[in-house]
């Protein structure tokens, strides 16, 4: 968790203010420093194709361990 902007910002590319925001976001969760009846937080990737949207939240869910559920709305 200590290096987890560093690790996201190895493979993603021009998204550090992103990257940065979301990493403290979950350091802040991760170390108690939140309400825990709260989710950690609820984030919103918006852009042009290609940005790095999915590959973010590829990592992430790496990093961290967990499964990435993703739901492609174009579908619908």
């Known amino acids: 968790l200590k290096d987890l902007a ?3 910002k190895m493979v ?3 998204q550090d203010t992103a990257i940065d925001a979301l990493s403290t976001s979950i350091k802040l969760a991760r170390a108690g420093l939140r309400e825990g009846s709260k989710p ?3 984030f ?3 852009g042009p194709t290609g ?3 999915t590959e ?3 990592q992430l869910a790496n990093v961290l361990g967990i499964e ?3 739901f492609d709305m174009s579908e619908y």
């Open 56 to 58: 973010v939240s590829k």
């Open 12 to 14: 993603v590319f021009g």
């Open 6 to 8: 560093a690790n996201l």
């Open 68 to 70: 990435l559920v993703r």
């Open 40 to 42: 950690i937080g609820s």
């Open 51 to 53: 940005v790095g949207k």
């Open 44 to 46: 919103l990737f918006a």
